[in-house]
């Protein structure tokens, strides 16, 4: 009985992380999850009795992890942080076209809509971002970076690339993700 309790939660889950990235928060409504998920009313209670909010939250952190394993892969593979941004955005391009731009960032959607209103999904949003940052910044480092200069560049990098990434979906283009990573490869320098 656990192990399809355990599937049903994952279901709501997945279903709701990827509702809330394509639709965002105030789109993404209960019964449209449960469809999804192909999970019965009482199990979205019964796993998630802090309703909406949590399961949100859990989705968020599941996406949030998503990338740290991407980051982590590309940490051990990039010879630079140069190449390990630049391979992230690529990533992270490929998926937004793969999915017809209906994804992009897993957490910016939520974050613009309801960090400054949210007292549950706010620090959830924020933590995310701030272990996106931990790694770009250790590798900053690890290119000769001073510590205040490499975690500055970490948040400029990411915003550089949230802000590609929105760009990108709203035109539906991939344009604005090519430009950003010229101009980041020539903040963080040449091979």
């Not at 009482?42 to 859990?58: A, I, N, R, T, W």
């Not at 630079?80 to 955005?89: I, K």
């Not at 549950?120 to 250790?138: E, K």
Request: glycine content about 12%; some cysteine; hydrophobic content about 45%.
């Amino acid at each position: 009985m656990a192990v399809k309790g355990d599937e049903t939660r994952a279901r709501l889950i997945e279903a709701a992380r990827t509702l809330v990235e394509a639709k965002g928060y105030h789109g993404t409504g209960l019964n449209e999850v449960l469809a999804v998920a192909g999970a019965p009313r009482g199990s979205l209670y019964h796993h998630f009795p802090g309703g909406k909010d949590q399961l949100v939250g859990e989705a968020l952190a599941a996406a949030g992890r998503e990338v740290d394993g991407i980051v982590g892969e590309l940490t051990a593979t990039a010879p630079t942080s140069r190449e390990l941004v630049l391979a992230l955005l690529e990533g992270l391009a490929d998926r937004m076209v793969a999915a017809g731009y209906a994804k992009g960032c897993p957490v910016a959607t939520v974050a613009l809509e309801v960090a400054s209103t949210n007292d549950h999904l706010q620090p959830i949003c924020g933590g995310i971002y701030t272990g996106w940052q931990r790694p770009l910044a250790d590798a900053l480092r690890a290119d000769g970076h001073d510590a205040a200069e490499a975690d500055e560049l970490a948040v400029t990098v990411l915003a550089l690339i949230e802000g590609a990434l929105v760009l990108a979906r709203a035109g539906r283009s991939r344009i604005p993700i090519e430009q950003t990573g010229r101009r980041i490869a020539k903040l963080l320098g040449t091979d």
